[in-house]
Every structure is written in C-alpha cells, then in structure tokens.
C-alpha cells in the first residue's frame, strides 16, 4: 500500500491550513449584504417611568461585512444576498474601522431625530442646542472633492451662519448650477475659507449642490429622561421606529394593541420618513421574528419605492405581513390607531 513519507504529510497539512484561511479569512474587495435580524426596541430605549404595552416594536437590520472567498462563493447561490463592490459601500479615502464609527454617528443623529419627534408629538419638554454641522462624507467627482474633507465643520456659507444641515442644503437649491458659494470652514482647529461652484446632482433631480453628506451636532435635552442602549448598531435607518416606541412609552395610550410591530426608514425633524437601504432583507428578517405589520417609506408613491420593494418581497416569500407604505411618522400613528 502507498504511504505519504512524513515530510509530505506535513506539506500537505500546511497547503490545506493555507487554504482554509484564504477561503474563510482572505477579504476581497466587496461587500456582502444578507437579511439580519429583528430585535426587540423595548430593551434598547428607555424612557423613565414609561409605560408598558402588550405589543412590540422592532428595530430590523440587514447584515453586513467585507467578502471572503467563502461567503463570496455561497452568496451566489442565495438569494436576497447582495454582492457589491467595496467602493460602492465604504468611501475610497475611509477605513472599515472608519465607516464603522460613520455608521454609528448616523445611528445617534437617527436617535437625536427620533426623539424630537416622538417628544413633541406626546406634548412632553424637549431643548435642542446646536453644535455645529460637519461634513460626513465627499462625493467623488463632485465640486466639493478635493476641497472639502471628512470631519470638517461649516460654520457660514457667503456670510450666513449655519446652525443646522438644512440651513446649508436650503441655501444651496435657492442658487443656480454653475454659481459659487463661500464656505467658512474650520478644520483640524484651523478656520479658512473655500470657494465651490455648484453643479446639478442627479441624486437631487437636477438641483445644484456641491456633493457632500452633512450631520448636525446637536444636543437634545428632554424630560422625562431617555436612555438609548444601541450597542453596535449603525445607520440610520431606525429612525421611524425609534420614535414610535418613544411615542408609545411617552403615552399612556397602547398603540402597539398588541401586534407584534417592525419596519424601517430614516426621519427627520419633521418627521417625515426616508428611504433606506436593503428593505428587501429588512422584510425576511421582520417575517423570521413573526412580525405581523411592517412598515416601508412610501416616497411619495414613486416607481421603485421601499414600499414597493418591500411589498414584492413578502409576496416572493407568502408572509402574511402586512406591509404599510409611510410617507411620515404621523401616518404611522395614524395607521396604528385604526388598529
């Protein structure tokens, strides 16, 4: 019979080691996304002395991480597992540990939003200081790119002061495509200025801006107090249901009656609600914990929408879900007092 001499074995236990860590361990440069899970928000925010309610609400995510070969491979058999690019996910000039705190200081301003919301539509005492706006990211190709950096703070634009993202955003759609706007920024301690010439972005229909991804420093002070236990969640994407279970635990009312609730989208300080990214996977991971209603951003009722791709997605599975489309944070609770 045909024995391996010992210094054989040993080469081909090291060939096989070797090949076991690139296939699980070896990252590629792409990213895979997949259904994540549903989790209970009662344990995650606290309102002091808030009320009980028979029902849930959820905080749904999907499930993110850099490709190996292994995932790679098994993620082209599965389906409602997205291959992208890296560059499509993280920012070229970010590390994975930096889109990591990117994504978590999205998670706190979806919190700050979420909490004015739900504390002004239950009446209840809420303060709001600002803190500055700072850039979150740079569009490359754009007219900010190579101007503008992470992390830098616009304090005026052509002399007027910028308390909030707004202010800037409004201020650069009132212009043309082809104008230029001073900024005063201030970076690394360092005030100086920058001239930037609008151009027309398709994420914005045409509108004139220059590219960039901005987040407001505030903060909110409200009674009674507020705990967020987030852990390593980012986004921001919690944002509609962050703000009914504060509602919920803020009101003696119980609008949750009883069912179990899940859903997604960003909200503002108005309360309208936003799209987001991945809701297909969104809906697997709701339809797993045996959510009964799931709501999706409506966007105005538009070819492609959240609502719509989350509706294809529980027929393509038979849930019995019901998905409601949500324009703003005062639908949803309308929708759940007609329960």
């Known amino acids: 019979m045909f024995r391996l001499k010992g210094n054989v074995r040993i080469l081909i236990f090291f060939v096989a080691l070797i090949a076991v860590f690139f296939l699980f361990s070896y990252r590629l440069p792409f990213y895979i996304h997949q259904p994540g899970h549903a989790d209970p928000l009662n344990p995650i925010v606290e309102v ?48 994975d540990a930096e889109y990591h705190e990117l994504q978590l200081m999205m998670m706190e301003s979806s919190q700050e939003a979420s909490m004015v919301v739900a504390y002004e539509a239950a009446g209840e005492t809420i303060d709001i200081e600002y803190k500055g706006v700072y850039v979150v990211s740079v569009v490359e190709g754009m007219p900010a790119d190579g101007i503008l950096q992470s992390g830098d703070e616009i304090i005026e634009i052509d002399g007027k002061e910028i308390n909030e993202s707004e202010d800037l955003i409004d201020y650069v759609t009132s212009k043309t495509a082809g104008d230029a706007v001073r900024l005063t920024i201030e970076r690394d301690e360092q005030t100086m200025e920058e001239e930037i010439a609008l151009a027309e972005l398709e ?68 309360g ?27 966007e105005g009722g538009r070819e492609g929408s959240n609502y719509q791709v989350a509706k294809e997605t529980a027929e393509d599975i038979g849930t019995d879900m019901e998905i409601v489309p949500v324009d703003t944070f005062e639908e949803a609770l309308e929708y759940l007092a007609g329960l």
């Open 48 to 95: 002091d002395g808030g009320h009980e309610s028979e029902g849930e609400m959820y905080l749904v995510t999907i499930q993110g991480g850099r490709a190996t070969p292994f995932t790679y491979l098994t993620a082209q058999f599965r389906k409602y597992f997205d291959v992208l690019p890296i560059n499509e996910v993280v920012p070229e000039d970010m590390t």
């Open 203 to 270: 994420d914005l229909d045409g509108q004139p801006g220059i590219g960039i991804q901005l987040v407001t420093n505030r903060q909110v002070t409200v009674s009674p107090d507020l705990t967020f236990s987030s852990g390593s969640i980012g986004g921001p994407s919690a944002g509609l249901m962050f703000s009914l279970e504060i509602y919920d635990q803020l009101t003696t009312e119980d609008i949750t009656k009883g069912y179990q609730i899940a859903g997604t989208g960003e909200v503002d300080y108005q």
């Open 272 to 298: 309208n609600v936003g799209r987001i990214g991945g809701v297909d996977k969104k809906v697997i991971a709701a339809d797993r914990t045996g959510c009964d209603i799931f709501f999706a951003p409506n």
